[in-house]
């Protein structure tokens, strides 16, 4: 990585935390800036504006889980290990950069405005799901998965896996994400299995 | 072959006739005729008889078979393997005509055990006439278009070097898939089924079975009867020149979780799914109207 390209990862990093934690709207330029130790002015020189910034962020997420994904959709193991690797990376993901996956609910999917020019349908996290299709596609294609529309699957898994990190920041979770692992992942695995 | 009529001994095996029909619709066969002859053909008039050939031993230069092949099946109380076998060691030229001549097609399913083409089952190669390899082209399709048989035909009388596929096609007319030139090109970039038969709009790809993307052939290039291909007229293609026709279920497109079981030729399936993510996140307006 070069020096400017590490630069720019710093910056949406830092930016992705303060968005996730104050809010889309309660974070200025400036605040970033400052948590950067960088003037706004060149601040603007990586990117042109806070909306740009919230859209790269969140291809800069969707690449970060779509390639881990990627390594599990290319691993000769069966659609059941998959499964539980898919929900291990995810919950380790939102114990090690918590924000990110805050980043996803939060900002993302609570403010489509700043999102509506740029990121439309699904283009800005295709990476993402693009590996989750492959995950349902090679499943169903094994036998292991059942056939079914892609949406009902999508939101059983992806709701189920967002809920639970839900509760977790809320602190309504007795137990760390880690533990539940076997269980949810055996739960949608017979939810989306063929048998 | 330049300057006499070539000798065409036209054997049909387990057919339909189909393409013994579909050739009749060659618009220019006067002219064919004068450069082409039928030593013997099923249902036009030729020199000899089937009693004929069978019992004698006639001249021909280019062995033409239709119909899927099987050691059960005789032609008046000869077996066809015999006959394939006599007239294939003189001719210059053998085709295999249409997809059960090449593949086995839809008679695979006839009560004759061991059906097969001359040299594959469906993709599988065999070897029983492998010593003919050199000299045969497949003209694969159910049934092949009358222009792709007679191009063929002066290829050969002209000495025209043709370029053959894995499978002895003309490159000349398989290399393409018959999705090239489809009208509906359109829709099926910005993925818009919404196709209703008999209609000008639509894609149908993504819903109603078209299996043109991943099916070799000219046939939306060369069109039928000059006029019309069934894609452009609102029928899914049913990949007919392929190994593996018929496949089931020929007007529902087969999915597992959304996503097309076969994608376009040569497409890996995350650049596919990449590219349907992006053009499936903006509406086109103009395609979502009636055209008329
Ligand atoms: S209808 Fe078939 S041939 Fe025509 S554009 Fe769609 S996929 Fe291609
Ligand atoms: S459109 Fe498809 S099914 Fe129809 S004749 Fe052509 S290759 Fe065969």
Known sequence: MDKKEAKRVEIINVALELFATKGFYSTTIPDIAKALNMSVGNLYNYFKSKDILAKEIIKYISHYLGNKLKEINMMPISTKEKTKKIVEVYFETAKNRPHMIDYFLRVYLSNREVFKDGCEGMICVSEFVTEIMIYFEEGVRRGELKNQDFFSAFGLFMGYLGGMVFLKGENILPKELEEYIDDISNNIYRALSAK | ?292
């Open chain 2, 1 to 292: 072959m330049q300057n006499r009529r070539v000798k065409l001994l036209w054997l049909s095996a387990i057919a339909c006739n189909g393409n013994a029909h579909s050739f009749l619709n060659y618009p220019n066969l006067e002219q064919f005729l004068k450069d082409f002859s039928f030593v013997y053909h099923p249902i036009l008039e030729s020199l000899y008889s089937l009693e004929d050939i069978i019992n004698k031993q006639v001249e021909c230069d280019i062995l033409l078979i239709e119909g899927a092949i099987s050691p059960e099946f005789k032609k008046a109380n000869t077996p066809i393997i015999n006959l394939i076998s006599k007239y294939a060691n003189i001719a210059k030229k053998v085709i295999t005509i249409g997809t059960c001549a090449t593949f086995g097609g839809i008679f695979k399913e006839s009560g004759y055990r061991f059906t097969t083409g001359l040299h594959f089952e469906k993709e599988k190669e065999l070897f029983l006439f492998s010593s003919l390899k050199d000299k045969t082209i497949s003209l694969s399709g159910c049934p092949i278009h009358p222009e792709v048989l007679v191009s063929t035909l002066y290829a050969i009388k002209e000495d025209l070097e043709l370029h053959l596929d894995r499978f002895l096609r003309p490159k000349e007319f398989y290399a393409y898939t018959i999705h090239s030139g489809c009208t509906r090109n359109e829709y099926f970039e910005y993925k818009i089924d919404n196709h209703q038969f008999g209609r000008l709009e639509g894609c149908m790809f993504y819903e109603h079975g078209c299996q043109a993307p991943f099916s070799h052939g000219s046939c939306n290039r060369i069109l039928w009867n000059g006029v019309n291909s069934k894609t452009r007229n609102g029928e899914p293609c049913h990949g007919c020149t392929e190994p593996d026709f018929p496949k089931q279920n020929l007007f529902r497109t087969k999915k597992n979780m959304g996503v097309p079981q076969f994608l376009p030729l040569g497409v890996s399936k995350r650049a596919y799914l990449t590219l349907a993510g992006v053009t499936k996140a903006f509406k086109i307006k103009r395609l979502e109207e009636d055209l008329f």
